[in-house]
């Protein structure tokens, strides 16, 4: 079967393209295959990339003010369409949904809101001699990779940071959720000039072909930290611009003085919404002894009660793992667990077949264990025990990595405290996962490189223009 047999096509120059090959696409929930899309290489690319380079002048001299209505029509498209991309997503992703339409109204959302971000320019000297404005100008052609965990939120993230900078754009998907964002290309492609907006699915071999290709300036990418780097040393040849936001190993720090039967259930969700395949979600949580074995009673409670199975399902909670490779990964960390003798503690049954996971608790495991040390990506929470501020913080710290954590207490001023002294880009205070596009997002360590949303998230797509423009007349 052809790409276009298929139903969803590459978006290049504005028009629905076939590829000369296509790829499978499987539903995580059954593990079989349901369809088929466009696996685009080398010969797509350089139709996108001609497509984009030949759009580019136009759209940078275009005014941000029409760039921005253009980018908040697409928020509006978006979401006129969420019932029907949600469905595609329910298919390729597996997650409940409600989750897929919550995912693609925020989408929305947050395109709407950083269209409204303005980049002033910056008077550095005004005297009677001369004036010094420091303009923000686009880099050019962006290249951004977008991972499978959120496939339409990022995308939307990465689209409006480029766009609504005056920069054009090849967006690659994920080849494991390729189809919504297909589908986001066609749809949102009418709504701006030919060539500003491509969109092009493929298999691994795209990626590298993208990230090596001197014609893009930048790279927006988010997923691991091993991808990162490997992007990272493909970009340093061109000294390609990048944005890179990457693995975390987030931690909760619960302190004694909480009501327990309160923050259970965020914590929950905060560890294992979208089965645990979030960025920032609680990856270690660290209880208070004082609070430890109520904490984790009522936290195996909930995941004894929760529904995990097909997100077509009426009244599923949490999906499958959502492809087979990470799948494989989470069930060997979870043998490995056993082979130490490690406690698990796990909540309901879930369904065969599929790339299904149960909720499962790992109980006080080492801090050496793989489980506390590695992200797991999947739903493996490890409780840990403490009974010293200074210890936990430390112990909180002693990662690679340095994406979120958060802090519970009824201490607000405590929390602040405590939250100044963790190594990471974002840390809650009884709260979590709630993210803003007005908000800067990034992460220290092995976390991240560079910045998404807010006007900081907009600037590291320009690049800086001063003029010198003086006021005493001519030379």
């Known amino acids: 079967m052809s790409s276009g047999e298929s139903g969803f096509f590459l978006t290049i120059n504005g028009a629905a393209v076939p590829a000369a090959r296509s790829m499978d696409v499987v539903n995580p929930a059954t593990g079989a295959v349901f369809a088929r899309a466009p696996n685009a290489g080398a010969a797509e690319l350089e139709a996108a990339i001609a497509a984009a380079r030949a759009a580019f002048p136009k759209w940078k001299a275009t005014s941000a003010a029409t760039r921005a209505a253009a980018v908040v029509k697409a928020a509006e498209v978006l979401g006129a369409n969420a019932e029907a991309l949600a469905q595609i997503m329910v298919a390729e992703h597996g997650r409940p949904v409600e989750l897929c ?40 052609l962006v290249a951004a990779l977008i991972p499978w965990n959120f496939p339409i939120l990022l995308a939307a993230w990465k689209l409006a940071h480029a766009l609504l900078t005056g920069n054009v754009l090849v967006l ?30 493929g298999d691994d071999a795209l990626g590298p072909l ?17 991808t990162g780097r490997r992007i990272m040393a493909a970009a340093a040849k061109d000294l390609k611009r990048l944005t890179l936001e990457m693995g975390g190993n987030d931690a909760a720090i619960v302190l004694p ?36 074995d109520e904490l984790r009673a009522r936290l195996h409670a909930l995941a004894l009660a929760a529904k995990v199975g097909d997100g077509a399902a009426q009244g599923t909670e949490f999906g499958p ?3 087979k490779p990470q799948y494989e990964r989470v069930q060997a960390m979870l043998a490995q667990a056993r082979a130490q003798g490690l406690t698990l503690l796990q909540g309901a049954p879930v ?37 010293d501020l200074d210890e936990v913080i430390a112990r909180a710290n002693d990662s690679e990595y340095g994406l979120a954590a958060t802090v519970w207490t009824a201490d607000i001023a405590l929390g602040e405290q405590l939250a100044a002294r963790l190594d990471v880009g974002t840390v809650w205070i009884n709260d979590n996962l709630n993210s803003s596009p007005v908000t800067p997002l990034t992460g220290h360590k092995q976390s991240g490189f560079g910045v998404e949303n807010g006007l900081a998230g907009l600037l590291e797509f320009t690049q800086i223009k001063a003029i010198f423009i003086p006021k005493t007349g001519a030379a």
């Open 101 to 140: 339409k919550q995912e693609i109204f925020g989408a929305a959302y947050w395109m709407q809101a950083l269209a409204g971000i303005e980049i002033p320019v910056d008077i550095t000297e005004d005297t009677p001699e001369r004036r010094v404005e420091v303009h923000r100008e686009p880099l050019g």
């Open 172 to 201: 690659k998907p994920s080849p494991f959720t390729p189809l919504a964002t297909l589908k986001l290309g066609a749809l949102l492609a009418p709504l701006f000039p030919p060539g500003v907006l491509n969109v092009l699915s």
């Open 210 to 226: 993208m990230t090596a290709h001197p014609a893009f300036a930048k790279i927006t990418f988010t997923g691991s930290s091993a």
């Open 257 to 292: 003085d909480v009501d327990v039967a309160k923050v259970a259930p965020r914590l929950f969700q905060g560890a294992f919404i979208n089965t645990a395949q979030v960025c920032v979600a609680t990856k270690r949580l660290y209880a208070h002894e004082a609070v430890y």
């Open 321 to 323: 793992i959502q492809n």
């Open 351 to 387: 369904p065969d077949g599929g790339y299904f996971v149960p909720l499962t608790l790992v109980d006080n495991p080492p801090e050496e264990s793989a489980v506390v040390r590695e992200e797991a990506f999947g739903p493996i929470l490890p409780l840990l025990k403490y009974s």
